[in-house]
């Protein structure tokens, strides 16, 4: 757990370097966002954000020149529930959904991807893949 980063710790970030990729997670449980983190660092050489609600994306964001792809506790359709907050501050189109699996249809029709829970390290593998992540 020690290579979690939360938005405060990653906010003095302005800019990226262009050879590291930035992930984004949104996810309410620190638990399940810390075991994300470590799953995704292990594989790659990457800045990952971590924030807990859509609100803070921006702020998490501010400063951050690429986003490669954003994991989010959502389901594809609460999206639009969201959309001012997430379409300023997502800007890719590289969105994960870890809820919402019986909406993997309206996912794959906008071009995002779903990571059902329970989900393991070959999950993610899958899902990131989708993108060449």
Known sequence: MKDFESHRTMSH??????SDMVVLILE????????????????R?????HVASPEDCAKALHGIK????AIVELRPSEYESYQNQ???ALRTT??????????????AARGWAMLPRPFNDEMLEEALSRFNI
């Open 28 to 43: 309410r449980d620190m638990i399940i966002a810390a075991d994300l983190t470590e799953a995704l660092k292990s594989r």
């Open 13 to 18: 970030m302005h800019g990226n370097d262009s």
């Open 45 to 49: 050489n990457l800045h990952v954000i």
């Open 86 to 88: 997430l379409d300023q």
């Open 66 to 69: 690429q986003l490669h792809a």
């Open 94 to 107: 590289n969105v994960i959904f870890t809820n919402g699996e019986d909406e993997q249809q309206l996912a």
